[in-house]
């Protein structure tokens, strides 16, 4: 009776030892598992953090180009304007007058690409970090099928 009691109390003590290593690996992996769920989350933030950044500094550039822009345009609008109050004849009102048309609309489509320019740039800036991390998700799924 003394070795059946011996055999149960060792196969008892074999199923906890082994039941408490089970135990321990599951613990190991799910913390493993949260590590790896907690760094990708934080290189998701810095991508979105990264992609504002190229968004702001976009918006930036797009505003103090219009700004100058507009300065700019008022301080032909005015010369143009005294040019006109100077001007002795009609047709050199229609001379300055078509020339500062002309100006100002070569001047204003010129601003526009320029600020398709930005806004395409600003654009793909923006996304780039967001693709990237996109890409390295989808690789990281598809590597572990």
């Known amino acids: 009776m003394q070795k059946g009691a011996e055999a149960i109390k060792n196969t008892a003590e074999r199923f906890t030892a082994a039941g408490?290593?089970?135990f321990r690996e599951g613990v190991e992996k799910s913390i493993a598992g949260l590590n790896e769920v907690n760094?990708?989350?934080k290189r998701n933030l810095e991508a979105v953090v990264e992609s504002v950044t190229a968004a702001t500094k976009g918006a930036e550039t797009l505003g103090a180009n219009t700004l100058a822009f507009t300065k700019k345009s008022w301080?032909?609008?005015t010369n143009a304007a005294q040019a006109l109050t100077s001007a002795k004849s009609i047709q050199e009102v229609i001379e300055v007058q078509t020339a500062w048309a002309?100006?100002?609309m070569e001047a204003y489509l010129a601003e526009v690409t320029r600020a398709t320019d930005i806004v395409s740039a600003s654009v793909k800036d923006?996304?780039?970090p967001l693709n990237e991390r996109a890409t390295a998700t989808?690789?990281?799924f598809q590597s572990a099928r």
Request: net charge negative.
């Open 20 to 22: 408490d290593q089970a």
């Open 39 to 41: 760094a990708a989350s």
């Open 75 to 77: 301080e032909d609008a």
């Open 102 to 104: 002309k100006g100002a």
């Open 126 to 128: 923006s996304f780039k």
């Open 138 to 140: 989808v690789e990281r």
